[in-house]
């Protein structure tokens, strides 16, 4: 199913949280809304499923508008941070829950919701467990319940809000990938929140990257991370290094230097200089940047240091090999392999 | 060169376990002085005492028709208000926790009123409105309703004491139900009433038990609010508290802590299996967690 948010704006007590946002959700995807906390995404997560109602603005599940439509009329899937299971029921009667609860017209028979129900504890790979209470259960197994609840219902769209943000690394991991996999299984259209840009880089085919109430850039994992389109994205999206600089005759200068750099189109002028730190190059002689070390520490395979560029105290990090002999006070001189330039 | 003993482990009481929380001895040991001075030794005399009759005796005391009588209107009367407290209890901590309007806070507070009104006042103003000549009473009246000096008053009376230990209760678990998990019920396809009945009440049921037990034991041993209103008709509207005052008066000690020690006995068989069935429920579903 196709989701259409077409100039939804949210206000809370007439504080914006959303400032008329669009976006085009295709079947069958699964897209991440990543964003700092404040960004306005779980708040575009909860419009969308209905938890919330816009001030403005409409959402159209498919051709039809579902703004109007009630949170049960929807017929989404919802996955909370915190698991939110019924702790009176045992792991298959929350499961089943969603089709127990269908009128009596459209409630298949018990026999068929038990099936159902067993055939989905065996996709979360809970078999076995059916009978035990979501307390006997770790966080990583609870979600797994709660995420086989939301699919019982057959959702036309699948909604996770923060959905490994209570776990630890280890399970964080684990579950990300095993998500990926059942969402190629089932093809359900998918909206996750997080605020974890390496688990949005990983998992998503999109992401929505979201600051203060607007949407900043959508794209592909790799259109975002190598081409942000703002410096709030180049900085939110993976590591980045920035640095004012001078443009002049098509080249960066800083500090009445000339960096090696050149500045393409860009005009004359201020300018902001964007780098990943691990997107650089060491080079010896003049024209490149250059600068004194004053930390360095091991990340990984390899060594992040800090630089002190030039005599304004700017900083900036690049990844050095880890066995590379540098220490404190050395000289580095380097020149960034890509780069971005926003202006100033 | 010394050979270094290593003291043998010392063999303690089994069920201390090594613990960094400092005390054990000096706290346990307060606790059961305490407990034994304030409520054990006054009810183990109590026991003494009307076991002086002998076995036979005991029997013949405790089943005497008007014992019955009163042990029964008690009971009866308490285990109704306790029921209908919980009920309306439950109704009354869901309007507090979940909405949101002017006076809340002072309505909060007065649900505490009936902790600190003496109760024979209550009893009192009770009485002038549910009396046949009283501003609601005389609304009954007229059908041949008769509420003050009949068991419903009693049971009127109960529930007007019994209702703060329900709200207080109830409040704090329904606070702690997330409204995430109503979310879920919903998006789930339940309906307002389907999330009431198969997702919150069953989650509140550990703490309506416990208001329950609460509400009940407070009605059984309640006098000072009933005997204005309940009209005190033995074998109708006599409360046990109520006759046990009047063996007292009638010197008659003994009579007095059997039907005290038969009450006791009642209450704690009550109680108890209240507390076991709580203690199942919060183990199923892990309250805490």
New interface residues.
């Given amino acids: 199913m196709e989701v259409r948010v077409a100039n939804v704006r949210k206000e809370f007590d007439r504080f914006p949280a959303l400032h008329d946002v669009s976006l085009d959700i295709r079947s069958g995807e699964l897209i991440a809304l990543l964003g700092p906390s404040g960004s306005g995404k779980t708040t575009l997560l909860r419009l969308i499923?209905g938890?919330e109602m816009p001030t403005a603005g409409k959402i159209f599940f498919g051709d039809t508008d579902a703004s109007e439509k009630t949170?049960?009329e929807r017929?989404?899937?919802?996955v909370?941070q915190?698991y939110?299971?019924?702790?009176?029921?045992t792991i298959l009667e929350n499961v089943s829950?969603?089709l127990k609860?269908?009128p009596r017209s459209s409630r298949p028979p018990a026999g068929e919701i038990r099936r159902r129900a067993m055939e989905l504890l065996d996709l979360v790979q809970l078999s076995g467990l059916e009978k035990r209470?979501?307390?006997?259960l770790s966080g990583g197994q609870r979600q797994r319940v709660?995420l086989a609840?939301?699919l019982?219902?057959e959702p036309a769209v699948l909604l996770l809000d923060e959905p490994f943000g209570a776990l630890d690394a280890q399970v964080r991991r684990e579950l990300r990938k095993w998500l990926r996999e059942i969402h190629d299984r089932t093809g359900h259209t998918t909206v996750f929140v997080t605020h974890d840009q390496e688990e949005a880089l990983e998992l998503s085919d999109r992401l929505c990257v979201m600051s203060q109430g607007k949407i900043e850039q959508v794209g592909t994992p790799d259109t975002v991370y190598d081409h942000p389109s703002s410096p709030f994205v180049f900085g939110f999206i993976g590591e980045s290094s920035e640095l004012p600089v001078t443009v002049e005759n098509n080249e960066l200068w800083i500090g009445g230097r000339a960096i090696g750099v050149p500045a393409g189109d860009t005009p004359t002028g201020q300018s902001r200089l964007f780098f990943r730190p691990h997107d650089v190059d060491l080079v010896e002689g003049d024209a490149a940047l250059a600068g004194v070390v004053t930390t360095s520490r091991r990340v990984g395979g390899t060594r992040r240091v800090e630089l002190e560029i030039g005599g304004d105290g700017h900083r900036v990090e690049i990844d050095l090999p880890f066995d590379h002999p540098a220490g404190e006070k050395s000289r580095i001189a380097f020149r960034p392999r890509r780069w971005t330039l926003f202006p100033a | 060169m010394s050979a270094a003993v290593s003291p043998a482990p010392r063999k303690g009481l089994s069920f201390r376990q090594p613990s960094v929380i400092p005390g054990f001895g000096l706290t346990l040991g307060f606790t059961i002085s305490y407990f034994s001075l304030i409520i054990l030794i006054p009810l183990i005399a109590l026991a003494i005492r009307s076991a002086g009759l002998g076995p036979e005796g005991f029997w013949k005391a405790a089943t005497d028709a008007r014992v019955l009588g009163a042990l029964r209107v008690s009971f009866v009367t308490a285990l109704i208000a306790a029921g209908i407290n919980v009920v309306f209890g439950t109704l009354i901590a869901w309007v507090l926790v979940r909405y949101r309007f002017p006076g809340r806070r002072i309505f909060d507070a007065i649900i505490d009123l009936p902790f600190a009104l003496p109760t024979a006042v209550a009893g009192i103003a009770l009485t002038a409105i549910y009396a046949p000549s009283g501003a609601i009473g005389a609304i009954f009246a007229p059908i041949g309703w008769r509420i003050a000096y009949t068991p419903v008053g009693i049971v009127i009376a109960m529930i007007f004491i019994g209702l703060p230990f329900v709200v207080r209760t109830i409040q704090p678990i329904l606070e702690e139900v997330s409204n995430e998990v109503e979310e879920a019920s919903a998006t789930l396809g339940a309906s307002r009433f389907q999330t009431i009945t198969k997702v919150i009440l069953p989650s509140l049921t550990p703490a309506i038990l416990t208001g329950f037990a609460l509400a009940f034991a407070r009605g059984v041993g309640e006098y000072g609010s009933i005997i204005f209103i309940a009209g005190n008709i033995p074998f109708v509207s006599e409360i046990a508290p109520l006759l046990i005052y009047i063996r007292l008066q009638e010197f008659n000690y003994v009579g007095a802590s059997v039907i005290a020690t038969v009450m006791l006995l009642i209450s704690f068989a009550m109680l108890f299996a209240i507390n076991l069935i709580q203690a199942w429920s919060r183990r199923r579903y892990g309250y805490g967690h």
């Fill in positions: 499923a938890l949170v049960q017929n989404i899937g919802f909370f915190h939110a299971l019924f702790r009176h029921m829950f969603g609860v269908r209470y979501p307390n006997q709660a609840r939301a019982a219902i």
